[in-house]
């Protein structure tokens, strides 16, 4: 029995800290399901990007010990200025039914990214400021990480502002309508290059968000997280279903949560292999993710 | 040799088709004509299995098609064109038709094998035959896309006749053409029907279905409000009615 | 067309380029190519080994260069420093370049064990072995580190510290020097191959071995002997282990601070290590004592996370504690490394070579290339023991595993400092 | 002449790796899951030549067949996502199978050595090559027979029917679908036959570099699968060995001696062909101007 409750309450901790964390994959789920739901393409160089945004910030920080919070803001700025950039140089100027070379583009992205951020680091850790380091809470046996709250909290936050903007602005409604029909969209005057590199912006702010945001939790930023983020980041987009923001979110937190269960259950060596399951699951009984919205785009 | 038996199509809850019927007799050239939204592409997209219907059932030379995928349609002699032309644009104009020859009669005299990798005599001749058949002898190497609009009708029809078809679904082949192509697709229609291919033409350019079609059957929201030979569709009021009607709220 | 065969054109004008020019040099030179990892995170092992071994020719040369078989003094040369980028391929692509179309006479290099491993494998197994087809190009390696590579090929060689007698001597040490330390536990990253095997096979062990109770998951097997109970600590401790690339440590910190040792072993490198620590200053964890990998003894640990490490105590094959490892370290700094466990090998590894080839009367002409390069590893082979910057460096011959000195450096106030060395 | 060896092989491994995307291309199939299909291509090999001792020859045909069931298996799943779900569907494929020779341990003893797959620790010494004296030419004739046969087949297929078939559904399913294409049939022959050559490459490969660890074969590598076919263009066969050539030629080796600065150009590069060149290196248009040189 005391066995039993010891299990309970760990196993709860576990899916708790990881809820909270997942909330990090939530915005890079966002970021990916905004791109693919404006141009049914898929941007590789988005995580990426976000990670080059918190190294600025982290530049920023180091050079005028800046506040977290404007490392924060630098962090998210400049990634949704990369994002721009990574909309010019690997979707603008290409044929946009030709969905292959604007992978393969954000692919070189990617490449290049990464290789810069090494080129500047030589590939070592850097140690990034975290939040509230100190704000751990126990209750009773349970655990809290402070920051993490405040990680989820930012990461709600900026969703709803990322909702608002998409469904009660002019700007919103162009980027949905070309989602939806870009040629009729264009019809009706709306410039569609500047609607897409809008939303690679906005995407891209949400990605440095989530960026600083994990290195803040974790507290250290190196190019090893890259790609695992990216993985984590797709099977959010799939699992929430394509170009849903609410599934994104959902489908974030939950995995967040399901690993680390398996983390806790099963071990390191299998977790992942867990997490590929479920998305598995997901592909069998539901192909189109929780919010199933039906883009035939490819 | 067609029959439709009460056939009902819904998407949610709009009634494209409620309890159709219709009877296509072999070798007739059959129309099919109505307003917009009154379910002509859907009934054509049901025949040939793109959609499943609600309620109903389709039969073929007294043989049921529904659970048949629309590829196994084509092979019992099922063929059609779109209503939106959908050739394979990257595909030169020989390969769009090379890659029609589907039908029972080629599976029957090629070896698999011979069929997918082969190129033989019989092959040529009658690829010829189809680009002969929409004079486009002497473009067999361009992408399809590089095609006239008219020109493209012309290979996708071909493409169509390609695969030995026993019914024919032209789906608003005339839209878009002017009085000489509608006049030369005409003439078309008819080699066919004296090739013995049974042919179902949805249309709104009236001068064609009039022309010529042997029987007309007329839909409107879904189910047939009249059927018979052309001069009496043409006399009809309920027909009138459904035109009128329908150029009025357009 | 054009385009096409502009391209074709650049690239095999661009292969050739590539491909080190060793006929600049005027006069007899002795030459020899190193490869490391110069981009990718690995980046900074690449660097300081390049750096490290680039000032110590320039030491060996400005002090008259070697001998060479004529009996006349040459200098010596590095004809490149190649980027392996931790790649298999481009690790054997670069040996095979390096062996038949350079006349370096040793190849120095690479970063990542996985990658020696691979590299180790297309050498020649035995010398005298004429029926294997086998690279026949001596390697001298600096960061080679995981345990039993040296048997894949006798034309390979490491300077490498073995890090059983390492932990051995450092867990006998604790034992005395923190009588009050009784239990310990401790994690490591799953998808490192050096990591994870030191920390299962030997880190663990050697703890147990001197009296240290194991109060992770009950493992009944484990210790004394070196891989005693690795397989089964290995299956029991499974969710206090992450991977490097992870950004949630949180359930591993928590196991192990329900643990409640005295003692924490973080066997992983600085990317993960510094992750965890973070984590378990979070949650409050405040061990007696921190140990951890000695790949994690380097400036990127401080990088990461000076203040969460602390206190960590880690063996390393190199601090700068003699004469000799101060000024090695002082020039190595001004050529823009950091002399550390790894770097500081490349620069013993200079002097390696030295006495190798006066050992082995190399003559240094492109006819005598292959012999040379036979005499030297013979020779290379021959040498059983070697001053190193802080100490003895002995290579057993048998097994080719080597030993070096080491030192216990911890972190304090942000820096490494040595806090014990076992052979003074 | 080694050198140039090695890197010829190389060039041919990848090329059959990129080839193995290509048919799935064709077809609009955007997979990663080549990785995995390598991969177990290359640890069956290894495990037959090292463990079984069996000659090279029948070793990698096993690893072609074993790595090409599993292909059809996956092509049935396939079939019901396309577009970003196939992308993200088939990583998490090969995520999976790296993840399970990640955990593989199956240790032999052989005269003392103990062999075999170990887990994280890798696969090594898989020395077939160099224990039977085979010369490093010989190893490229060897390896490059298959890559002729494979570049022979798919050039075949490409311009017999079956070519324009693939193609076809790849364009438009439906009009695919009612000229009365099989698409299920299509599909998973492609994703079949994309096994069947990955699993070849792999077997090559484990020979090549004689040592197997996870970290070979992650997502990085599925993307270069991709990535030949796409930046050569999927006109023809020679596209893919043109981009293979591009990359392991001129970006991997070629460039090496800019030190620090080849992975960014790396990237550059990619970047840049594929806004100068978006149908790929060797499109319709490099094909024309190749053509004319030849008629002059």
Redesign the interface.
């Given at each position: 029995m005391e066995d039993f409750l010891y299990e309970v309450v760990?196993i709860t901790?576990?899916i708790w800290?990881?809820l909270l964390?997942g909330s990090?994959y939530a915005l890079i789920g966002i970021g990916f399901t905004l791109i693919?739901g404006a141009m049914?393409k898929?941007n590789?160089a988005y995580a990426g990007a976000a990670i080059a945004g918190s190294y600025v910030g982290l530049a920023v920080s180091m050079f005028f010990d800046a506040p977290i919070i404007l490392v924060f803001a630098v962090s998210a700025l400049v990634s949704a200025l990369m994002g721009y950039i990574v909309y010019q140089?690997?979707f603008r100027?290409?044929?946009t039914h030709?969905?292959?070379?604007?992978?393969?583009?954000s692919?070189?992205?990617?490449?290049?990214?990464?290789?810069?951020i090494?080129?500047a680091t030589?590939?070592?850790?850097?140690?990034f400021p975290?939040l509230f380091?100190?704000a751990?809470f126990e209750i009773g046996p349970f655990?809290i990480?402070g920051?993490l709250i405040f990680v989820f909290f930012i990461g709600l936050v900026s969703t709803v502002v990322l909702l608002y903007v998409l469904f009660k602005t002019r700007l919103g409604m162009a980027t949905r309508a070309v989602a939806q029909q870009d040629v009729a969209a264009q019809l009706c005057g709306i410039n569609i290059h500047r609607t897409n590199s809008i939303t690679f912006s906005i995407a891209g702010l949400l990605g440095g968000i989530a960026g600083a945001m994990?290195a803040a939790?974790?507290?250290?930023l190196?190019?090893?997280?890259i790609?695992?983020?990216?993985?984590k980041g797709?099977?959010v987009?799939?699992i929430g279903g394509?170009g849903s923001i609410p599934g994104a979110i959902i489908a974030g937190l939950f995995v967040?949560g399901f690993e680390?269960f398996f983390?806790?259950?099963?071990?390191?060596?299998?977790r992942?292999?867990y997490v590929?399951?479920l998305?598995?699951i997901f592909?069998?009984f539901r192909?189109n993710g929780l919010f199933s919205k039906t883009i035939n785009?490819? | 040799m067609l029959k439709i038996k009460s056939i009902s199509k819904h998407f949610g809850g709009v009634k494209a088709l409620n309890g159709l019927d219709l009877e296509v007799g072999e070798g007739d050239i059959f129309g099919v004509i109505g307003p917009n939204g009154s379910g002509k592409s859907t009934l054509i997209n049901v025949i040939c299995g793109i959609y499943r219907p609600t309620k109903g059932d389709v039969t073929f030379h007294g043989q049921t098609l529904s659970g048949k995928p629309t590829h196994q349609r084509l092979k019992t002699g099922i063929a059609r064109t779109f209503q939106n032309i959908r050739l394979f644009p990257n595909l030169t104009v020989w390969q769009n038709l090379w890659v029609a020859r589907n039908s029972v009669e080629d599976i029957k005299t090629e070896s698999s094998f011979y069929r997918w990798f082969g190129k033989s005599i019989i092959v040529k001749k009658e690829i010829e035959e189809m680009l002969e058949f929409s004079n486009l002898e002497n473009r067999a190497d361009e992408l399809a896309s590089s095609l006239a609009f008219g020109e493209q009708r012309r290979l996708e029809l071909a493409r169509a006749v390609a695969t030995k078809p026993r019914l024919l679904l032209l789906d608003e082949p005339a839209a878009g053409m002017n009085k000489d192509e509608i006049r030369d697709l005409d003439s078309r229609i008819r080699s066919l029907q004296l090739q013995g291919i049974t042919i179902i033409l949805i249309e709104h350019v009236m001068e064609l279905v009039m022309g010529v079609t042997d029987r007309i059957a007329v839909l409107n929201f879904g189910s047939k409000i009249a059927e018979g030979n052309p001069q009496e569709i043409q006399k009809n009021e309920a027909v009138q009615e459904a035109y009128l009607g329908y150029s009025e709220d357009d | 067309m054009k385009h096409l065969s502009k391209l074709m054109g650049a690239s095999l004008l661009l292969i050739a380029l590539s491909i080190p020019q060793s006929a600049i040099y005027a006069g007899p030179s002795l030459k020899v190519l190193g490869w490391g990892a110069k981009s990718g995170p690995l980046k900074s092992f690449g660097v300081n080994s390049e750096a490290a071994l680039r000032s110590a020719v320039a030491e060996i040369n400005s002090a008259g260069g070697v001998r060479m078989g004529d009996g006349s003094m040459a200098p010596m040369e590095v004809i490149g420093y190649e980027d392996s980028a931790c790649k298999k391929d481009e690790a054997i692509a670069i040996l095979r370049k390096t062996a038949s179309t350079t006349d370096a006479i040793v190849g120095m290099g690479t970063t990542c064990s996985g990658v020696c491993q691979a590299m180790f494998g297309v050498l020649q197994k035995k010398v005298e072995d004429t029926s294997d087809s086998g690279v026949q190009m001596p390697i001298l390696a600096d960061t080679c580190i995981r345990p039993g590579l040296a048997k894949i090929s006798e034309w390979s060689f490491r300077n490498v510290p073995n890090e059983i007698t390492m932990y051995d001597e450092l867990f006998k040490w604790l034992r005395t020097a923190y009588p009050n330390v009784k239990t310990f536990t401790g994690g490591s990253e799953t998808d490192q191959g050096h990591s994870f095997i030191t920390y299962t096979a030997i880190i663990v062990q050697m703890a147990v071995k001197h009296g240290f109770e194991w109060v992770g998951p009950a493992v009944p097997a484990l210790g004394p002997k070196v891989k005693q109970g690795m397989k089964e600590l290995q299956a029991a401790a499974k969710s206090q282990h992450w991977l490097m690339g992870d950004t949630n440590y949180t359930v591993q910190a928590r196991k192990i601070k329900k643990q409640n040792a005295d003692m924490i072993l973080v066997a992983s490198h600085p990317f993960s290590a510094c992750g965890f620590m973070k984590e378990m200053k979070r949650q409050r964890i405040k061990p007696k004592l921190l140990v951890g990998l000695t790949s994690s003894a380097s400036q990127e640990t401080l990088n990461g996370c000076m203040s969460a490490a602390e206190g960590i105590i880690i063996p390393t094959g190199f601090a700068p504690i003699t004469p000799e490892a101060k000024k090695a370290n002082s020039i190595v700094s001004k050529a823009g490394g950091f002399l550390d466990l790894h770097s500081s090998a490349a620069w013993e590894n200079a002097y390696l070579v030295k006495r190798a080839v006066e050992r082995a009367a190399i003559m240094g002409r492109p006819d005598t290339l292959q012999q040379d390069r036979r005499n030297f590893r013979n020779a290379l082979a021959s040498i059983s023991s070697q001053k190193g910057l802080i100490g003895p460096l002995t290579r057993d011959g048998s097994t080719g595993e080597a030993e070096k000195p080491y030192v216990y450096v911890q972190v304090v106030n942000g820096k490494w400092k040595v806090i014990h060395d076992p052979n003074s | 002449m080694d050198f140039y060896l090695n890197l010829i092989n190389t060039i041919g491994i990848h090329t059959m790796l990129g080839l193995s995307a290509y048919l799935l291309l064709q077809t609009g199939q955007l997979s990663l899951a080549q990785a995995g299909f390598f991969a177990v291509g290359s640890y069956t090999a290894a495990i037959l030549t090292v463990i079984f001792q069996w000659n090279i020859f029948p070793a990698v045909l096993a690893a072609m067949f074993l790595a090409g069931f599993l292909a059809f298996l996956v092509g049935f799943p396939a079939l019901r996502v396309k577009g970003l779900t196939l992308v993200v569907a088939t990583i998490a494929f090969s995520e999976f199978v790296r993840m399970f020779f990640y955990n593989l341990k199956w240790r032999v003893t052989r005269n003392g050595e103990e062999i075999g797959p170990d887990g994280t620790m890798g696969f090594a010494e898989i020395r077939y090559f160099s224990d039977n004296g085979w010369s490093n030419l010989e190893v490229t004739f060897f390896l490059w027979t298959f890559v002729i046969i494979v570049m022979g087949i798919v050039w075949w297929s490409d311009n017999s029917r079956s070519g324009a078939v693939l193609r076809a559904v790849g364009e438009d399913e439906l009009a695919a679908s009612s000229v009365g294409i099989n698409l299920t049939v299509i599909k998973v022959s492609a994703m079949t036959a994309g096994g069947f050559i990955a699993g070849l490459a792999g077997g090559l490969y484990a020979h090549q570099v004689t040592s197997l660890d996870h970290h070979s074969f992650t997502v990085l590598l599925g993307t270069f699968a991709i990535a030949y076919p796409i930046l050569g263009g999927l006109s023809n066969v020679f596209g893919t060995l043109v981009a293979v050539i591009f990359i392991q030629g001129l970006l991997v080796e070629g460039l090496r001696f800019l030190g620090d600065w080849r992975m960014i150009l790396f990237g550059l590069l990619i970047v840049l062909a594929m806004n100068f060149k978006p149908l790929g290196l060797f499109d319709k248009h490099t094909i024309g101007i190749i053509k004319k040189v030849i008629r002059v």
């Open positions: 760990e901790q576990a800290d990881g964390f990090t693919f049914g898929l590789m140089t690997c100027f290409i044929p030709n969905h292959l070379a604007a992978l393969m583009a692919v070189g992205g990617l490449f290049l990214i990464d290789e810069v090494v080129l030589r590939g070592s850790p850097m140690n975290a380091e100190d751990y655990g990480r920051d994990t939790a974790v507290g250290v190196s190019p090893v997280i790609l695992p983020l990216t993985i797709l099977i987009t799939v394509l967040g680390n983390l806790y259950v099963r071990g390191i060596d299998e992942d292999m590929v399951a998305l598995f592909l069998v192909p785009r490819d | - | - | -």
